[in-house]
């Protein structure tokens, strides 16, 4: 028997939205706008798309872009064209203006007049009420485009899918953050000063007073699950807002002097008192969008608090993922995992291992390295010291060049392993000991314009020394310098042998 699929479009309870005043209403009148606190997306935030009326239209200037504050992270907003766009104040709409730490939704107006679609880019309250912020088409004017909306237009207001994924993200973000919150505060004592709904996919984080032990964040984690799992509902309160009773509410504050959670925006004119509430869990004075359910919020908390030093007190942020984010977080991670089993050739549950081996590896190379390095270093300072013991004249100084190729980004430290064996094997000032000088350099294999060679002087008379390092700078353009029998220095380009190595012979052949 083929099996019947049922596909029911997800709709909101009616006992969702409740207005628990007998004198307010949603106002009827096309005419008039709705209140934020009463829109359509806040009373039922699963609807997609709403017919609906314009009651004001104007031409705008784009809105400033605000500068970034410094080390915060780039918080959602949509970008906004630098070009004149039209402010739309529609009857109602399912396009939330960003509040309560929501971003702004985007989506669409369709002007029934002319069937034309119009990007929203942003909607923003404006006092009261949520201005639409229209995008004017391509090629059209803006007097032409403003006929599209005269008061009492019919049109469509739709988020469209790309709209309603970032709302159901927004969603499920926030009515998560109300319940952690609720939870850090009856179980551990602990408010949240901020918190910010961060760019997808992003982790989201709630800022608290002090950081988090793993036990703790595990405890608070299990018992959001358990809600979760419950299937805990989610609805809304609304009443007519006493504007002296919110404004005469003082804000609780830490010792610290920060202020726990925010008071009511003060442009804010809608008269709406708007409260979320989590069945036995929380209620929460909000004007965002929540979903009617936490059923499918399943809550993951990163087991680590970020500490956050401020001059006066120190508080952390404790990041979270829900929702459609945390499955973008689960399979980045798990291909990310994949990828570094697939290297490792080994099984992911082996990852950690083979890194451990990896690592454990790697340190006994590098030692090996630097151990043989050593040795090459000796060996190279003894045959220079024989050569300089081996010469006729016992007195007359020693001068000598030894060029080599490095590919390392230490060639430095292996031409520093030779003076410093040299010195070992013929130190300079050692009675009977013959004077030398030499020069050591390095490049690497391959060579541009930008590449670096080193080198580094060595002798047993530093006003010697200094000669040649001086004669490096002027001859060969080489930056350095150095202090008593040693001198070191860089030189940008390409190394060439039969220029460099004989101006190096040079200089040598002046002392
Ligand atoms: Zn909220």
Known sequence: MAATAYLIAPTTPPDYHRIISPTLQVPSDPQISVPVGLLACQRDPLLRTLQ??????????????????????????????????????????????????????????????????????????????????????????????????????KVTVALGEEGYDRRYDHMSMHTSQHMLSALLETRLDLPTLSWSLTSHPSPCYVEIPRGMSQEEIASIQAEANRLVFEGRKVHVEVEELDVAQEQAKVIPKLESGRSVGKALPKDYTGGVKRVVVIDGVDRNPCCGTHLPSIHNLQLFLIPHTEALSRSSTTSARLYFLAGPRLITYLTSTHASLASTASILSCGPTLVPDRVTQVVDERKKAEKRVTDTEQGLAEYIAKGLAAEIISKDNANELYKHHFHRTDDTGNALGFLTSIAFSLGAVAPP?????????????????????????????????????????????????????????????????????????TSIEEILSTL
Do not use: C, M
């Open 429 to 501: 000032g050692a009675e009977g000991g013959r004077p030398y000088i030499i020069v050591l350099s390095s490049t690497p294999s391959t060579q541009t314009a930008n590449t670096i060679s080193t080198v580094l002087v060595v002798g047993t008379d530093d006003a010697k020394v200094k000669v040649v390092g001086d004669a490096l700078k002027t001859k060969l353009a080489i930056k350095g310098g150095g202090r008593g029998t040693r001198w070191s220095g860089k030189f940008t380009g390409v190394w060439k042998e039969s220029r460099e190595n």
């Open 52 to 153: 609906t009326t314009v009651v004001s239209a104007s031409v705008a200037q784009p809105p400033a872009i605000p500068a970034q504050k410094k080390g915060k992270k780039a918080v959602l907003a949509p970008e906004v064209p630098n070009e004149l766009l039209l402010h739309v104040l529609l009857h109602d709409t399912v396009i939330f203006p960003e509040g309560g730490g929501q971003p702004t939704d985007t989506g669409r107006i369709i002007t029934e007049v002319d069937g034309a679609i119009w990007e929203v880019v942003q909607a923003k309250r404006h006092g009261g009420h949520a201005v639409h912020y229209v995008k004017i088409r391509d090629g059209v004017h803006a007097d032409t485009a403003l006929l599209a909306f005269q008061p009492g237009a």
